[in-house]
């Protein structure tokens, strides 16, 4: 029983592996695989997975340093341009330099001699220095096989020479096969008289129109400071005004107010000496004529408010107030209160009479201005 076991699975075996002999299978798998394979090779040929970051796990200047450099040489190596064709074109043109794209195929037999001896001359070297900026690939990459079907390669080991001028990338130099050192520096040292004066030209032109927009900047931050510097001062300026005009108004109205103040003081004086003369004309309609003298009269001398005196009868039965009145009635009078004393100082009582405050036959009568409590 195991025994046909065995046996039927070798049948399937058989069976399975004899599918590919059959016919038409071999064509239809091709037919379904070619899609794949043709996209693939698309990819490659247009840099699809370049342009998308699908590039080779090591640099390929590492690649190239490493195996053709000399580990104990004085020379660090080839400085290539480490980053994509792109950035170190966009770098050239930074620096107003060539772009030499050197690609590399290591099926090519000159490639060892040429990367080992002729690329790493100290001449060429120099010159590279102070020229170019260097960047490579290798065909067997991705972007490298991309850039070889764009620039055309033909033969290998292929330089060529790109410069931006009139604003677009021109190749204007392709070195291509067995190249020797003689020939290289020779061919580049060409490139660099024929075409570096463009280059030249061009980094003048870039410099003065840098410098003309550095100028003009500047010209317009002087402009704008100067505005703002003007835009200040008329602030300024209107701000002095105002202050000024608030000064004056200020002033005008503490002005009108100590004019209307004034006003009010001279119509309360006007209305104050109204108020005066009209009593002293009313006290002056209570005071009889002076009596003749007699027994009955008594002579008063009256000490005024400012030290002057007057002398006048009156009768020995006329109350002090009649006294008080003719005080009242004199132009010396202006309103203040006062009262009646004699000296040394007797207050006298305006309802008692000339009789009964003993001021007889003569008296000396004070008129004392009574002082306002503070």
Not at 131 to 149: C, D, K, Q
């Amino acid at each position: 029983q195991p025994r046909r076991s065995i046996t039927r699975m070798s049948s399937s075996a058989v069976g399975l592996s004899g599918i590919w002999r059959l016919p038409g299978v071999v064509t239809a798998v091709k037919l379904l695989s070619w899609p794949l394979t043709r996209l693939s090779n698309l990819a490659k040929y247009f840099g699809l997975d370049a342009m998308f970051g699908l590039r080779a796990a090591r640099p390929f200047w590492e690649y190239f340093n490493e195996k053709y450099v000399q580990q104990d040489a004085h020379c660090a190596g080839l400085p290539f341009y480490e980053g994509t064709f792109a950035e170190a074109a966009d770098e050239a043109k930074k620096q107003y330099r060539f772009l030499l794209v050197y690609l590399h195929s290591e099926q090519h037999h000159s490639t060892p001699q040429f990367c080992r001896i002729t690329f790493q001359k100290p001449t060429l070297l120099h010159v590279l220095l102070d020229n170019f900026v260097l960047w490579g690939a290798s065909v067997s990459e991705s972007e490298g096989y991309y850039y070889s079907h764009t620039l055309q390669a033909s033969g290998f080991p292929f330089l060529g020479v790109i410069a931006h001028i009139d604003g677009q990338k021109q190749l204007v130099m392709r070195l291509e096969g067995d190249l020797t050192e003689e020939v290289l520096l020779s061919k580049l040292h060409d490139c660099v008289e024929n075409v570096g004066p463009t280059l030249i030209a061009a980094r003048v032109e870039a410099e003065a129109r840098s410098t003309n927009e550095r100028l003009r900047e500047e010209q317009d931050r002087a402009f704008q400071e100067a505005q703002q510097r003007d835009r200040e001062r008329l602030m300024e300026r209107r701000r002095a005004e105002e202050a000024e005009r608030q000064a004056k108004a200020a002033e005008e109205e503490a002005r009108r107010r100590e004019e209307e103040q004034e006003r009010l003081e001279e119509l309360r004086r006007q209305e104050e000496i109204t108020r005066i003369e009209m009593v002293r004309a009313a006290k002056l309609s209570l005071v009889e004529e002076e009596p003749a003298a007699g027994p009955e009269v008594s002579t008063l001398r009256i000490t005024l408010f400012d030290g002057s005196n007057v002398t006048r009868r009156f009768h020995l039965d006329d109350k002090m107030q009649v006294v008080h009145d003719f005080i009242t009635a004199q132009q010396l009078w202006n309103g203040q209160e006062f009262e009646l004393t004699t000296n040394p100082v007797r207050f006298l009582a305006l309802d008692n009479t000339v009789r009964d405050e003993g001021l007889f036959p003569r008296a000396v009568v004070i008129a004392k201005e009574v002082e306002e409590e503070s």
